[in-house]
């Protein structure tokens, strides 16, 4: 049809959409709706009107957004939420109400998601609120009805729904304590004022929405979301979207398939100067180490517990004040950001042969470990990183989430606290 392209363009200037993200053929149903629903047959015509009526390019946006979802959609990052939230906003009732983002939330499906998966993890209603974003009106429209049939619940776990939802002549509406937890609004993400009064998110959802965004439509996506996104929080994408025009180092969190991401942190930790190690009992003779040999291949496997400070008026090793860049470790960053963790641990293993260890080397092994869902080799990473830098608290942080994650309170607790000393010593709020 004529003069689809133009309004290709449009939408491409005004939400970012990729024609051929959605295929061609979708655009042009919407033409044709829109055109036939205002009795026009000429497409310049309808064009010229498009430009002049804000109404009716907010129709045409109806036609052609891909509203689709359903509950608990990929239920992994659900159940990292309910692990993050139990280690930090419950075990510290003190903690200021988490905020949360999703953006697009088309019919609810996801905002009251990530409602019901905070209630059922125990955190009451009056310590969260989930702000929900879309471009539609209509799914907007939808997702306030809050009524939703059998479509809408998907996977073999349905508890949540006898939970959360009541159910009449095969419709299932959701019960008004979590409608009333999540705020719907009307917005655009491209939009540069969008939730420019709200403070920053702990929590954002923006999963499977860039993947129809063209590049340019994308970086500029990604200056809102890293806007939105408060300096600790957590990101949550959808398994396709690309990280390589976000402008910012982003490091995944979790395991495989949580797609979960934090800032890489904005200085890391210098190199360890290494003089010796005590002996691990008083009747075992010393072992003395100049520095770590370059030729042990094995020696990230060191557990943390055969490291020990040389003397107990000097409990951590010395730091070398260095701003060295590390090549090796950007590169395993870059791997693990694609999703490549066997070579981003390769390279972080490498590093440390080379270079010696670091407290930066293995928190990113121990990040790249728990991507890849090998939790146990995650926690000793983590905790070689702490002896290196007692101060590391991105480590303590991921070592009170596995604690957690096995039932030990006790230490998730010890450990939330020492990484809140450590921000503190810091002067991060």
């Not at 033409?31 to 009716?56: N, P, T, V």
């Not at 609120?129 to 998907?154: E, P």
């Not at 390769?346 to 670091?358: D, I, K, W």
Request: glycine residues 6%; charged residues 25%.
């Amino acid at each position: 049809m004529s003069g689809t392209r133009s309004i290709d363009e449009l939408l491409t200037e005004r939400i970012g959409l990729d024609p051929e993200s959605v295929g061609s053929s979708l655009v042009s149903r919407g033409l044709e709706a829109r055109m036939s629903a205002l009795g026009l047959s000429d497409a310049k015509e309808y064009e010229r009107h498009l430009i002049r009526s804000g109404e009716e390019f907010q129709a045409l946006i109806e036609e052609v957004v891909v509203p689709e979802s359903w509950f608990f959609r990929d239920d992994r990052p659900f159940t990292y939420l309910q692990d993050h939230v139990r280690s930090t906003w419950l075990a510290e009732p003190d903690r200021p109400p988490l905020r949360v983002l999703s953006l697009p939330c088309a019919a609810g499906e996801e905002p009251y998601s990530i409602a019901m998966a905070l209630r059922d993890a125990g955190l009451p209603s009056t310590r969260f609120r989930v702000d929900a974003v879309d471009v539609s009106a209509r799914s907007l429209a939808r997702a306030r009805l809050a009524i939703y049939g059998r479509n809408a619940f998907r996977g073999a776990d349905l508890a949540f729904r006898s939970r959360h939802f009541k159910e009449q002549n095969g419709r299932f509406e959701l019960d008004a304590s979590v409608r009333n937890a999540v705020r719907l609004i009307q917005g655009n993400l491209l939009d540069p004022g969008l939730l420019a009064n709200e403070p920053a998110y702990d929590i954002v959802f923006c999963r499977n929405l860039l993947i129809y965004f063209t590049d340019e439509a994308r970086t500029q996506a990604w200056t809102n979301l890293l806007r939105l996104l408060a300096g600790s929080g957590l990101l949550f994408l959808g398994h396709a979207d690309r990280l390589d025009l976000a402008g910012a180092r982003l490091c995944p969190v979790g395991d495989k398939g949580t797609f979960a991401y934090r800032r890489a942190p904005a200085s890391l930790p210098s190199p360890v100067r290494w003089k010796s190690i005590e002996p691990p009992s008083r009747t075992e003779p010393a072992r003395p180490i100049t520095r770590l040999n370059t030729s042990e291949a094995n020696r990230s496997r060191l557990q943390a517990s055969e490291i020990r400070p040389t003397s107990q008026a000097a409990p951590t090793p010395a730091i070398v004040k260095s701003s060295a860049p590390s090549p090796l470790l950007d590169q395993a960053a870059e791997r693990a950001d694609q999703g490549r963790y066997d070579e981003a641990a390769a390279l972080c293993e490498q590093a440390m042969r080379e270079s010696g260890p670091t407290a930066r080397a293995y928190f990113l092994l121990g990040m790249v470990r728990q991507a890849a869902g090998d939790r146990s080799a995650a926690e000793s990473s983590f905790q070689k990183a702490v002896y290196l830098d007692a101060q590391h608290d991105e480590a303590l942080l991921a070592l009170a989430l596995l604690a957690q994650r096995r039932g030990d309170e006790t230490s998730a607790i010890g450990y939330r606290r020492r990484a809140e000393r450590a921000l503190a010593r810091k002067g991060v709020q």
